[in-house]
């Protein structure tokens, strides 16, 4: 039988296509979760308890009984001793096959049972006297509804027989790096013999299970250097001004550079001089000063006679740069266009015209910046602010928007390096690593929520000394399962028990002008209390903050917590965050209250968020449109992952068409995720 997909029944495809499976090759990669042992035979009477085993017998008594419940019940014997076996659920073929008389193979954990040593729901087979024993451990693989093991492993058998397992990489690679064979590793895994340790297959830490790992992150490393090398075949505006527009503005600033944000802009000014399109990530932490950098390199576009343009995630942050870079920026004579979605239709279209004609030299604003609607004169460089908030695709937009612009993306959420050297090996990376002077450390303090009363009369002292502070509701509906107080409930409550201090409310469904609203009135001082459900974790600016107050803390991601912590802090005054949690905590929740405790390093918090919580989440929208690893573990397997770049450098200058081969076993049929 040929494996021929388009033969195949409708229901079966659409059950291998929610596995992945799309073609033959993505069966010899559909590997065991785990294996069973049918290799070995126990004699009843030698059975351990509570460990998997394999006994034959025959069936010398079976029937329904129906206390305490319905349920099959048959007495198996092997000449040695007796077993139950139980089934609660059962079909008539499984009371046939446990017929009086029949022989049968029974697979599970036995148990001390009510008449005796027994088995609940064993695996169950028909054998004859002398029916041989399996030769390997039998697989068990990740499946769905509707796509039985047995099924699912002839699918897997026939693919190994018809596939081409060839090796992809020269025997000197193998040789050096000491890795198996593909096929050798291949065939292992989807049938290893009883002497192989399981623990090694199961931990993926035998030799077989690294070459699958290794070809899995050359494949990744081959396509991210790939995508690289495309973008430096495209041509870009070659940015390389006298830089007064820059000097004009740090001469009016009242700070100066730190050294980590004058070596970022050097970096970045390197990129925009040469004649490739830039995509560079900006990196560092809250509060380290990536805008100013960004208003820099949009300057140099603009005295280039090009366009900028700033994307943020939401209409606060995005409101926020455009105010800051409006700030800057008027009194040097330069335009800045706001395009959000909240804008009336005639605002909207006056900011479109702006920047289609080029009056405009900066257009600050969210998603709407990539509409279709909206065409730039001369766009230069895209700024994408908190990039790892926005898919792929909605990069690529506003990239699209003008050619091929140089394009910078900010992150205030760390990368660690593993991640920095797989998923994002198609960026070059910029770190401002040291905070402006001036900034003092905040302190850390977790409290019980039973001390809630202690927090408002904290909250009242901070008001009285003339400080404002913050206090964030993770949920504005209310869930019984999380038992979330709602920023609702909480407004009413400080209100109530703070009656001499004004406080605001500011909530995901609030108008945007709403929002913005009682923003302004927080950061002009007339609220000096704000209660808020996570809006405001990026962007918002109120030096004179100094309290921060998160309740269920240990409901929130580390990198979440961290954002948030950084609202305060943002002067010289000393801060407080507050970090509410209700036990009893669960181990994660535990971890992750420790990490934020213990440290306020943004690099730190991101390399335990990866750990806890894996690359999947971390990376948020940016997996859509990138290979993400199945075998390969980051934080396990850096050493590969270091190999497996060295090779991809040396395959795609030395052997191309290797590198090709490769990404074909791969990565076939997802070649769209090259062109991210």
């Given at each position: 039988?040929?494996?021929?997909?388009?033969?195949?029944?409708?229901?079966?495809s659409?059950r291998?296509?929610?596995?992945?499976?799309?073609?033959?090759?993505?069966?010899?990669?559909h590997?065991?979760?785990?294996?069973?042992?049918?290799?070995?035979?126990?004699?009843?009477?030698?059975?351990?308890?509570?460990?998997?085993?394999?006994?034959?017998?025959?069936?010398?008594?079976?029937?329904?009984?129906?206390?305490?419940?319905?349920?099959?019940?048959?007495?198996?014997e092997?000449g040695?001793?007796?077993?139950?076996?139980?089934?609660?659920?059962?079909?008539?073929?499984?009371?046939?096959q446990?017929?009086?008389?029949?022989?049968?193979?029974?697979?599970?954990e036995?148990?001390?049972?009510?008449?005796?040593?027994?088995?609940?729901?064993?695996?169950?087979?028909?054998?004859?006297?002398?029916?041989?024993?399996?030769?390997?451990?039998?697989?068990?693989?990740?499946?769905?509804?509707?796509?039985?093991?047995?099924?699912?492993r002839?699918?897997v058998?026939?693919?190994?027989?018809?596939?081409?397992?060839?090796?992809?990489?020269?025997?000197?690679?193998?040789?050096?790096?000491?890795?198996?064979?593909?096929?050798k590793a291949?065939?292992?895994?989807?049938?290893?013999?009883?002497?192989?340790?399981?623990?090694?297959?199961?931990?993926?830490?035998?030799?077989?299970?690294?070459?699958?790992?290794?070809?899995?992150?050359?494949?990744?490393?081959?396509?991210?250097?790939?995508?690289?090398?495309?973008?430096?075949?495209?041509?870009?505006p070659?940015?390389?001004p006298?830089?007064e527009?820059?000097?004009?503005?740090?001469?009016?600033?009242?700070?100066?550079?730190?050294?980590?944000?004058?070596?970022?802009?050097a970096?970045?000014?390197?990129?925009l001089?040469?004649?490739?399109?830039?995509?560079r990530?900006?990196?560092?932490?809250?509060?380290?000063?990536?805008?100013?950098?960004?208003?820099?390199?949009?300057?140099?576009?603009?005295?280039?006679?090009?366009?900028?343009?700033?994307?943020?995630?939401?209409?606060?942050?995005?409101e926020?740069?455009?105010?800051?870079?409006?700030?800057?920026?008027?009194?040097?004579?330069?335009?800045?266009?706001?395009?959000?979605?909240?804008?009336?239709?005639?605002?909207?279209?006056?900011?479109?015209?702006?920047?289609?004609?080029?009056?405009?030299?900066?257009?600050?604003?969210?998603?709407?910046?990539?509409?279709?609607?909206?065409?730039?004169?001369?766009?230069?460089?895209?700024?994408?602010?908190?990039?790892?908030?926005?898919?792929?695709?909605?990069?690529?937009?506003?990239?699209?928007?003008?050619?091929?612009?140089?394009?910078?993306?900010?992150?205030?959420?760390?990368?660690?390096?593993?991640?920095?050297?797989?998923?994002y090996?198609?960026?070059?990376?910029?770190?401002?690593?040291?905070?402006?002077p001036?900034?003092t450390?905040?302190?850390?303090?977790?409290?019980?929520?039973?001390?809630?009363?202690e927090?408002?009369?904290?909250?009242?002292?901070?008001?009285?000394?003339g400080?404002?502070?913050?206090?964030?509701?993770?949920?504005i509906?209310?869930s019984?399962a999380?038992?979330?107080?709602?920023?609702l409930?909480t407004?009413?409550?400080?209100?109530?028990?703070?009656?001499?201090?004004?406080?605001?409310?500011?909530?995901?469904?609030?108008?945007?002008?709403?929002?913005?609203?009682?923003?302004?009135?927080?950061?002009?001082?007339e609220?000096?209390?704000?209660?808020?459900?996570?809006?405001?974790?990026?962007?918002?600016?109120?030096?004179?903050a100094?309290?921060?107050?998160?309740?269920?803390?240990?409901?929130?991601?580390?990198?979440?917590?961290?954002?948030?912590?950084?609202?305060?802090?943002?002067?010289?005054?000393?801060?407080?965050?507050?970090?509410?949690?209700?036990?009893?905590?669960?181990?994660?929740?535990?971890?992750?209250?420790?990490?934020?405790?213990?440290?306020?390093?943004?690099?730190?918090?991101?390399?335990?968020?990866?750990?806890?919580?894996?690359?999947?989440?971390?990376?948020?929208?940016?997996?859509?449109?990138?290979?993400?690893?199945?075998?390969?573990?980051?934080?396990?397997?850096?050493?590969?992952?270091?190999?497996?770049?060295?090779?991809?450098?040396?395959?795609?200058?030395?052997?191309?068409?290797?590198?090709?081969?490769?990404?074909?076993?791969?990565?076939?049929?997802?070649?769209e995720?090259?062109?991210?």
């Amino acid at each position: 039988m040929s494996l021929d997909f388009s033969l195949f029944p409708k229901t079966v495809s659409s059950r291998l296509a929610k596995l992945g499976i799309k073609r033959p090759f993505d069966l010899v990669l559909h590997l065991p979760l785990r294996y069973e042992d049918e290799t070995h035979l126990f004699r009843i009477v030698d059975v351990p308890m509570g460990a998997p085993v394999l006994v034959e017998g025959a069936v010398v008594h079976a029937e329904v009984t129906f206390r305490p419940r319905r349920q099959l019940v048959a007495r198996i014997e092997d000449g040695s001793g007796e077993l139950y076996v139980r089934l609660l659920n059962f079909y008539p073929s499984q009371q046939q096959q446990l017929a009086v008389g029949r022989r049968v193979r029974l697979l599970g954990e036995i148990r001390r049972g009510f008449f005796g040593d027994e088995m609940v729901h064993p695996k169950v087979r028909s054998v004859g006297e002398h029916t041989a024993l399996a030769e390997s451990l039998t697989p068990v693989y990740p499946t769905v509804n509707g796509l039985a093991q047995p099924a699912l492993r002839k699918l897997v058998t026939m693919a190994l027989k018809q596939c081409q397992l060839d090796d992809t990489l020269p025997p000197a690679i193998l040789r050096d790096l000491g890795l198996l064979p593909f096929d050798k590793a291949v065939r292992l895994l989807h049938h290893p013999t009883p002497d192989i340790a399981q623990i090694a297959l199961t931990e993926r830490t035998h030799a077989a299970w690294l070459r699958l790992k290794f070809d899995e992150l050359l494949a990744q490393q081959l396509s991210m250097r790939l995508a690289y090398q495309r973008r430096r075949e495209q041509s870009a505006p070659v940015l390389h001004p006298p830089g007064e527009l820059a000097r004009q503005l740090l001469a009016t600033l009242p700070f100066g550079l730190t050294g980590a944000q004058q070596r970022v802009l050097a970096e970045i000014r390197r990129d925009l001089g040469s004649p490739h399109p830039m995509q560079r990530l900006l990196q560092g932490d809250v509060g380290a000063g990536k805008t100013i950098v960004a208003a820099l390199a949009a300057l140099d576009a603009i005295e280039c006679g090009y366009q900028a343009a700033l994307m943020a995630p939401t209409e606060i942050l995005a409101e926020q740069h455009y105010k800051k870079l409006s700030q800057w920026l008027a009194p040097l004579g330069i335009e800045v266009a706001w395009l959000a979605g909240s804008l009336k239709p005639k605002a909207k279209a006056a900011a479109i015209a702006q920047v289609e004609d080029g009056t405009a030299r900066l257009a600050v604003g969210t998603h709407a910046l990539f509409q279709e609607s909206v065409s730039f004169a001369k766009l230069g460089l895209a700024i994408v602010d908190e990039q790892h908030r926005f898919g792929v695709h909605q990069r690529l937009a506003l990239r699209g928007k003008g050619g091929s612009p140089h394009q910078l993306m900010m992150s205030a959420t760390p990368i660690p390096r593993t991640l920095a050297m797989s998923y994002y090996a198609d960026l070059d990376v910029s770190v401002i690593d040291e905070l402006p002077p001036g900034r003092t450390p905040i302190k850390t303090r977790l409290v019980n929520d039973a001390r809630r009363e202690e927090m408002i009369e904290f909250v009242r002292k901070v008001g009285q000394e003339g400080r404002q502070a913050y206090w964030v509701c993770p949920l504005i509906e209310e869930s019984e399962a999380l038992e979330l107080q709602t920023a609702l409930d909480t407004h009413t409550a400080l209100a109530e028990a703070l009656p001499e201090f004004q406080v605001g409310l500011v909530h995901g469904r609030l108008k945007p002008t709403e929002k913005a609203e009682v923003m302004a009135a927080f950061a002009a001082g007339e609220l000096q209390v704000l209660v808020a459900t996570t809006v405001i974790e990026v962007g918002v600016d109120v030096p004179n903050a100094t309290l921060m107050v998160i309740e269920h803390a240990e409901r929130m991601g580390l990198a979440q917590l961290h954002q948030l912590r950084g609202r305060v802090g943002r002067g010289a005054l000393e801060s407080s965050c507050v970090l509410l949690y209700s036990a009893p905590l669960g181990e994660v929740a535990k971890e992750r209250l420790k990490v934020i405790f213990e440290t306020t390093d943004g690099f730190v918090i991101a390399r335990e968020d990866l750990r806890i919580r894996g690359p999947g989440e971390f990376l948020g929208a940016r997996q859509s449109g990138v290979p993400m690893l199945r075998f390969a573990d980051l934080e396990r397997d850096t050493e590969l992952l270091e190999q497996a770049r060295d090779v991809a450098a040396q395959l795609l200058e030395k052997a191309p068409q290797v590198a090709d081969a490769h990404l074909d076993r791969w990565l076939a049929g997802r070649e769209e995720l090259l062109k991210a």
